[in-house]
């Protein structure tokens, strides 16, 4: 089955640590986006990237990374930078501009 | 660069209608909606691109006002199913072929029997 794929469901970290979060997409797509979701904050952008080896920040980039060297994935990588790391991250891919975007089932990150 | 949703809750009785609105400060190229229930991936519910286009599936329509950048989502004769938070999503040009998909803060909507 074609679907996006997010690994693991529930991470936790200690407080200065780095921490990857994997996107996985087999739907042959073109963009890919990372959002962060915290309560009465709706959907905020990372990052985003429409093709390989290109990706651009969102609207709160700062303590985050993220690579895209290969079509199918775009890891997340929350650094010691980001202050308040904890909440719930989605990523979603669609096969180009102005079309659906499909979301994977998100993971909840706690940093204690 | 959210776009802007309005009301940010609402409760309704099955059977009765609702509006969600959204609106942006700056020029797009689509809106989309979806829907999320509690701990569930947000699901597209439908896209709009600019020409002012109105779409609907079953009780569930939306348009598009391009001059005023805003979207409207019409629920009719709601269900106890379309209970969820209701985003909308815009895409605006970036330049150079780059389009970023931003969404609004959310609408709760509670349908009770």
């Known amino acids: 089955d074609g679907g996006i794929t997010q690994s693991p469901k529930y991470l936790f970290r200690k407080e200065g640590q780095n921490v990857t979060l994997s996107c996985e997409q087999n739907l042959n797509h073109d963009a890919m986006y990372w959002y962060r979701q915290d309560p009465g904050q709706g959907l905020r952008l990372i990052y985003y990237s429409q093709i390989v080896n290109d990706f651009q920040k969102g609207d709160i980039a700062e303590g985050y990374s993220v690579s895209r060297e290969k079509k199918e994935s775009f890891p997340l990588t929350v650094t010691s930078a980001q202050k308040n790391p904890t909440a719930f991250y989605l990523c979603?891919?669609?096969?180009?501009?102005?079309?659906?975007?499909?979301f994977g089932q998100g993971t909840r990150l706690t940093v204690v | 660069q959210q776009p802007v949703q309005s009301p940010q809750a609402v409760i309704l009785r099955e059977g009765e209608d609702a509006v969600i609105n959204c609106s942006s400060s700056k020029a797009l190229y689509s809106v989309h909606w979806y829907r999320q229930k509690h701990g569930e991936a947000p699901v597209f519910l439908m896209i709009l691109l600019k020409g002012g286009e109105q779409k609907g599936h079953d009780k569930i329509s939306a348009s598009f006002n391009e001059k005023k950048q805003q979207s409207s989502l019409y629920l009719t004769a709601s269900q106890l199913s379309y209970s969820g938070t209701y985003f909308c999503?815009?895409?605006?040009?970036?330049?150079?072929?780059?389009?970023?998909?931003?969404f609004g803060k959310g609408t709760k909507l509670s349908v009770i029997p």
């Open positions: 999503g815009t895409e605006m040009d970036r330049g150079a072929g780059s389009y970023q998909l931003t």
């Open positions: 979603a891919s669609s096969q180009r501009a102005n079309t659906e975007a499909f």
